[in-house]
């Protein structure tokens, strides 16, 4: 699903440098990206979905070579192929669930929303259990809710890929595994892949894969 | 573009306060200089078209202006008066025609204009209701006049003392609202007509009281000789002229003596005119004859000249208010720069953000434009009224 070959990447500014000589996600595979802070976790995930291009060096995903696309289809690619759930959900306050669910339709032209796609939403907020939360608005959501209503925005588009920025972190023990459990059964029911930043050691032991990104040294989970 | 309204429309939804803000800056200063243009030019239309049609003026020396605004517009400055025989002077000397107007009195806010019939045709003002004036007595009510009291022919209107503390002055005398007139959307709408003579009655110069002569009250007599009768204090003096009592009504003196505020010269021609202005100009002369559209022009001109500097301090006030706008706008785009790395994240264009962002800005700037564009037609709706309150009277 994922293949990074020679990939070289440096910031405009500034002392970072990141290479990454190879690096490789199967389909369906739930991966764990573990490291430093400052280790460029984070900006491994930018550079799969296309955010940021490599200065050398190759990035596919779904046999896409991401990193030769222009900018306007690596946005289309992106938000047709890939589903981000963030550390801080990053739910629009001024939308309601829903409208947040299915924002990602309105802001571009490459998805459209017509009613499937609503119905398709609402399903998967019943699924997460937060069907009866649609009308509410963000601020009016738990931690956990927050998170789920994200996860729905992330997997309303069918992605191939799911990346997670530190989707747990955030919050209480009890929702993260509750969060975990709903993330990795509906990566499963989409076979989709995952792709996850993490610095919750208790987690890790899920996923099928944990790559330490600071010395990116592979290593299989227990 | 409908999503990206959609979007713009639930932030601005969501923000409520700071859009009414911004809504109601720009609509402010959009519809200050609009609104003083239309009520400008709305009183430039009322003053000049009124002035116009008025040749010229005859008053006693003094202030044009108010001469001018108490003859036109019935203001309440009243200008000094001039004798009756001054409009009768007009009309010996054969150049014009004159009517006089005594616009001194009051009823309930509304000004009493004394005059002759003349005044009716020479405005074009016609009766909606009931009858013109016949005798003294006799009131026509001005349209808005009897809308507003909710007077109609049959029903009575008091006026006004001048001064409640000046027991030997001016008595109120119930007048007998005869006539309506139909709206004429000038101050005549505004005023109380009455004859001439019904002013001099309310200024206490005529007046109708019980025959002495046939009186058999012995305790009103106060002294009889063979040629006048004396009363006392409990003489009745009428306060209403009727039928039954119209003829106890009488004047003392001479009535070319009696008081008009100014009197309204119909020039035969131009030229009689001129030849009639011309015997006004001495130094010896009480009188003034005057233009009012000269003078109505001159007040326009410095209404305009102070219209300018409003004008200027809007336009500093709105450049003041755009940097504002603007930069409310740019703070709200550093807030809201974690959304746009969001979206931005999910796949969303540069170009869509500024979509978004042109929306909320659209439907910020539609809604002024329509808010100011209900508040311009309500001023234009009233703008007759306003202008006769604001600038007239």
């Known amino acids: 699903m994922i293949s990074i070959h020679s990939l070289e990447f440096h910031y405009r500014y500034g002392e970072f440098r990141l290479s990454v000589p190879e690096f490789r996600v199967t389909q369906c595979e739930k991966v764990a990206v573990i490291g430093p802070s400052g280790s460029g976790k984070t900006t491994l995930l930018n550079l ?18 991401v990193s030769a696309l222009n900018d306007a289809r690596r946005r289309d690619f992106r938000i047709t192929n890939i589903g981000f759930v963030f550390q801080d959900f990053e739910l629009l306050d001024y939308l309601n669930v829903l409208d947040n669910v299915v924002h990602p339709y309105r802001i571009t032209r490459a998805l459209t929303l017509d009613r499937s796609a609503r119905e398709r939403a609402v399903s998967l907020a019943e699924r997460m259990d937060i069907g009866d939360k649609l009308t509410r608005f963000a601020d009016d959501l738990s931690q956990g809710e927050k998170q789920r209503a994200a996860i729905c925005r992330a997997l309303l588009p069918h992605p191939k890929l799911i990346l997670a920025d530190e989707a747990t972190g955030n919050l209480d023990p009890e929702n993260k595994t509750v969060i975990l459990d709903l993330l990795f059964q509906t990566v499963e029911e989409h076979d989709a892949t995952l792709l996850a930043v993490t610095h919750d050691q208790e987690l890790l032991k899920r996923f099928d894969r944990v790559i330490d990104f600071q010395d990116f040294r592979h290593r299989d989970a227990a | ?37 239309l009520l400008l030019d709305e009183s430039e239309r009322q003053l000049m ?68 019939l003349d005044y009716f045709d020479f405005r074009g003002l016609e009766i909606a209701a009931g009858r013109p004036l016949a005798i003294v007595g006799d009131a026509v009510l001005g349209a808005a006049v009897a809308d507003r009291l909710g007077l109609k022919p049959g029903d009575a209107l008091i006026s006004s003392p001048e001064n409640l503390f000046d027991l030997a002055g ?38 109708g009281h019980q025959d002495l002569i046939k009186s058999q009250d012995a305790s009103v007599i106060l002294k009889r000789t063979e040629k006048n009768v004396t009363a006392n204090a409990k003489l009745r003096i009428y306060t ?49 004859i005057l233009k009012p559209a000269d003078v109505i022009d001159g007040l326009l001109q410095n209404i305009f000249r102070i219209k300018n500097v409003i004008d200027g301090v809007i ?17 709200s785009l550093r807030l809201r720069q974690r959304e746009i790395q969001t ?51």
Request: glycine share 6%; proline share 3%.
């Open chain 2, 1 to 37: 573009m409908i999503d990206s309204l959609y979007i713009a429309w639930r932030y601005v939804r969501f923000n409520k306060i700071k859009t009414a803000t911004l809504i109601a800056c720009i609509t402010l200063i959009a519809f200050l200089p609009l609104a003083l243009q």
């Open chain 2, 49 to 116: 078209s009124r002035a116009v049609s008025t040749p010229l003026l005859v008053g006693a020396k003094g202030s044009a202006l108010d001469l001018v605004m108490n003859t036109l517009y019935f203001d309440d400055e009243v200008p000094e008066s001039i004798a009756m025989m001054d409009a009768d002077r007009v009309e010996e000397s054969g150049l014009a025609f004159p009517i006089p107007v005594y616009a001194r009195f009051r009823a309930r806010d509304y000004r009493i204009v004394g005059t002759t």
């Open chain 1, 48 to 65: 799969i979905a296309g955010i940021f291009t490599p200065v050398s060096g190759t990035v596919s995903v779904d046999n896409t070579e």
């Open chain 2, 240 to 288: 209403e002229i009727s039928k039954l009592n119209l003829d106890s009504f009488h004047f003392h003196g001479d009535d070319s003596k009696y008081r008009v505020t100014a009197v309204i010269a119909l020039p035969n021609d131009t030229k009689s005119g001129t030849i009639l202005r011309g015997r006004y100009i001495s130094d010896g002369a009480t009188n003034q």
């Open chain 2, 343 to 393: 979206i931005f994240k999910l796949g969303c264009s540069r170009m869509t953000i500024a979509k978004l962002m042109g929306a909320e800005i659209f439907i910020i700037i539609v809604s002024s434009v329509v808010l100011c564009a209900l508040m311009i037609a309500v001023v234009n709706h009233f703008s007759n009224d306003l202008v006769r309150m604001a600038f007239i009277r």
């Open chain 2, 170 to 207: 001016v008595y109120p005398l119930k007048m007998n609202v005869v006539g309506v007139l139909k709206k004429s959307h000038t101050s005549d709408d505004l005023a109380v007509f009455v004859d001439i003579k019904t002013a001099w009655i309310i200024e206490g110069l005529g007046h």
């Open chain 2, 315 to 331: 336009f500093l006030v709105g450049i003041a208010t755009v940097l504002a706008i603007v930069l409310v706008f740019a703070l």
